[in-house]
């Protein structure tokens, strides 16, 4: 390791001790490694279509057959997906007794994610399903400790009335699988207009669904006031993207984790350019 390195770790780990809260700030660089594409760093493109430009209210009333098949393609993979080293890292940070040792004086923890895969979740409830039945609290992790922001892939919502359910079936619906077309993601791949009473429809009324994901110009579901680390995010969208500045202004330390220079960084007090799956080894081994 190069000294300058050593150094970043040392202070931040110093950082940590005398910290009295705790906020990690995700976005799509901390799934990458679980194999999910990002959205912008080279990964963003589905058939050769910019995801961002189905990401968005406006994308789904012109052709929800197109944007239902990019979510069930990103549904597929957030189901065949396993959490990384990075994932099962900040999980142990939501365990009392863990954070005693690297941040005694943190009387908070809170990951908000922007991803939507749940993979952040799923490492909790791998670590919760380590701990001996008769442990103390202070052992388990905090299970309520991630915000989801962006919403929930699994998570369907009916577009006229407020029935919201979590399923789990691969595929969806059997217009939705694809899984005989060969190179189904590939840009040449002929467009398949799936008609729209094939589509998810809500259980209860019958009307259109749609994947319960915050598009542009929606309402992120939840929002905080600090954070103390930045990890994986391109720090482009609003308003995730403003977090980092606003702890700095209140006297908060800010780390980045990113492989690549980000928006964050000029708010960074500490900033790790790696894998953050390595990175965050390297801070918490
Ligand atoms: C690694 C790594 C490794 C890779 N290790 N690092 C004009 C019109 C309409 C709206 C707006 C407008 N101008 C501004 C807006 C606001 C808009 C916005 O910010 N737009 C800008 C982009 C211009 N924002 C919104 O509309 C938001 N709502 C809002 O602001 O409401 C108003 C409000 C605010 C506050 C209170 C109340 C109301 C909503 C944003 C919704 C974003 N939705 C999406 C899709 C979610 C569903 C889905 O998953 O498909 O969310 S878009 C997409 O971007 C997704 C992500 O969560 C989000 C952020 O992307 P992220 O995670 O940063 O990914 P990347 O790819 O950009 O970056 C990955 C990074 O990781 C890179 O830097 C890599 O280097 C790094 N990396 N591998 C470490 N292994």
Not at 22 to 27: D, M, N, Q, T
Not at 95 to 112: G, Y
Not at 179 to 201: C, F, M, V, W
Request: aromatic letters at 8%.
């Amino acid at each position: 390791q190069d000294p300058s390195t050593i150094t970043t770790i040392t202070r931040l780990r110093d950082a940590l001790r005398v910290s009295k809260n705790i906020i990690v700030i995700a976005g799509a660089g901390l799934s990458a490694a679980s194999g999910i594409p990002t959205f912008r760093d080279g990964g963003g493109l589905w058939r050769s279509l910019d995801a961002t430009t189905l990401a968005t209210p406006t994308a789904f009333t012109a052709n929800p057959s197109l944007v239902w098949q990019f979510y069930h393609y990103q549904w597929v993979k957030a189901l065949e997906s396993k959490p990384n080293l990075a994932h099962h890292i900040i999980a142990k940070l939501s365990v009392p007794e863990f954070r005693r040792e690297v941040a005694p004086n943190a009387k908070s923890f809170h990951l908000i994610t922007q991803n939507v895969d749940r993979l952040s979740v799923r490492a909790l409830q791998a670590l919760e399903s380590q701990v001996p039945a008769n442990a103390p609290p202070s052992d388990r992790p905090q299970m309520d400790s991630v915000f989801e922001m962006h919403g929930r892939i699994f998570d369907i919502e009916c577009t006229s009335c407020d029935y919201c359910v979590e399923d789990l079936s691969n595929p969806l619906c059997p217009a939705l699988d694809v899984s005989h077309i060969k190179d189904y993601n590939d840009a040449g791949t002929k467009q398949i207009d799936i008609p729209l009473k094939e589509l998810p429809r809500c259980s209860a009324y019958h009307a259109l669904a749609r994947p319960s994901v915050v598009w542009f110009g929606e309402t992120p579901y939840q929002l905080s006031e600090i954070n103390r680390l930045v990890v994986g995010t391109s720090s482009t969208v609003l308003p995730a993207s403003l977090f980092a500045s606003r702890v700095q202004k209140r006297g908060g330390k800010v780390a980045v984790f990113n492989f690549a220079p980000s928006a964050a960084d000029g708010s960074a007090d500490f900033v790790f350019r790696g894998p953050c799956e390595t990175e965050l080894g390297r801070v918490f081994p």
